[in-house]
Antibody
Framework: EVQLVESGGGLVKPGGSLRLSCAAS????????MNWVRQAPGKGLEWVSS????????YYAESVRGRFTISRDNAKNSLFLQMNSLRAEDTAVYYC???????????WGQGILVTVSS | QSVLTQPPSASGTPGQRVTISCSGSSSNIGSNYVHWYQQLPGTAPKLLIYRNNQRPSGVPDRFSGSKSGTSASLAISGLRSEDEADYYCAAWDDSLSGRVFGGGTKLTVL
């Protein structure tokens, strides 16, 4: 069974940093692209970033480019999102999602809340 | 303002057929696959349709997807109360080099 478990969320002040982690199990992590998708309170889904299976290809949404960094550790079946210079508008539930054969999210974690507030 | 345009709401009575549209452009829907997701209240999204019209195992055949040009649609037949949820379309956008989602459609079963 595919399982994705996010951790590392919480309350952070504007301008601060946070590092999200996603622990994957139930599939060969090193063979799949991975994604981060977020959802602000009461709002729709927003894709944040994607990383290919071997980290060769990395993409970011314009809203986070230059502030967020996606990475992965295939030896530890883990996905990360380093978030710097956080803003109030980054407040959201962040989902880790496995990518299917074309990279589109298929399995999703339960999500982790990040709140940016003073 | 989402790159993909969906109606904010849709509704139907049990047993009815409803469709949800998703409008994009040549750089996203027009040249890439469309996926659909269902998000039940308080839960994570779930893949409903992939590659325009394919259903993952476990998804009832009451759900179907189609695509034509720069638009896509999700159809739900034999509507049931448990179908009440938010539905999102998504596609890769070649111009943005990123994945784009529709704004979501809240489906109400009357």
């Amino acid at each position: 069974e595919v399982q994705l478990v996010e951790s590392g969320g919480g309350l952070v002040k504007p301008g601060g940093s946070l590092r999200l982690s996603c622990a994957a199990s139930g599939f060969t992590f090193s063979s799949f692209n991975m994604n981060w998708v977020r959802q602000a309170p009461g709002k729709g889904l927003e894709w944040v970033s994607s990383i290919s299976s071997s980290s060769t290809y990395i993409y970011y949404a314009e809203s986070v480019r230059g502030r967020f960094t996606i990475s992965r550790d295939n030896a530890k079946n883990s996905l990360f999102l380093q978030m710097n210079s956080l803003r109030a508008e980054d407040t959201a539930v962040y989902y880790c999602a496995r990518g299917d054969s074309i990279g589109a999210p298929d399995y999703w974690g339960q999500g982790i809340l990040v709140t940016v507030s003073s | 303002q989402s790159v993909l345009t969906q109606p904010p709401s849709a509704s139907g009575t049990p047993g009815q057929r409803v469709t949800i549209s998703c409008s994009g452009s040549s750089s996203n829907i027009g040249s890439n696959y469309v996926h659909w997701y269902q998000q039940l209240p308080g839960t994570a999204p779930k893949l409903l349709i992939y590659r325009n019209n394919q259903r993952p195992s476990g998804v009832p055949d009451r759900f179907s997807g189609s695509k034509s040009g720069t638009s896509a649609s999700l159809a739900i037949s034999g509507l049931r109360s448990e179908d009440e949820a938010d539905y999102y379309c998504a596609a890769w956008d070649d111009s943005l080099s990123g994945r784009v989602f529709g704004g979501g459609t809240k489906l109400t079963v009357l």
